[in-house]
């Protein structure tokens, strides 16, 4: 890999990001790195993914699990759950995104409620 400076992280670089476990999402070419959710979370995630995929319209799917949402080369989120218009391109992100939802933790709260909201208004998801 690269030497990389903050802020010069760009979503190509994710593609060596390690596969150990962690999250690694970009805001600004500044990389977060957050741990995976706890037990707790995923049943939340499981439970509302439950209600969600069946009341889904059919131009749209539900993901929960690490698919990105990366509207340009210097942004890239991984909502806890995310819907979208179907489509097949064969990749591990998105570019549009219709709705994301955060399911809140201690660790991550401020991230979620805060940053994350915004930037995913700032970037055009409606919900």
Known sequence: MRPINPGEFRTADLELTP???MRYELVDGVLLVTPTSSAIHQRALQA??????????????????????????????????????????????????????????????TVDEVLKRKLHEDAGVRS
């Open 19 to 21: 596969d150990d476990g």
């Open 48 to 109: 509302l993914s439950r209600h969600m995929v069946p009341a889904c319209p059919d131009h749209l799917e539900v993901f929960f699990g690490p698919l990105e949402f990366r509207p340009d080369s210097r942004l890239a989120l991984l909502p806890d759950l995310l819907a979208v218009p179907c489509q097949d391109n064969g990749t591990r992100w998105v570019e549009e995104l219709l709705l994301a939802v955060e399911i809140l933790a201690p660790a991550t709260r």
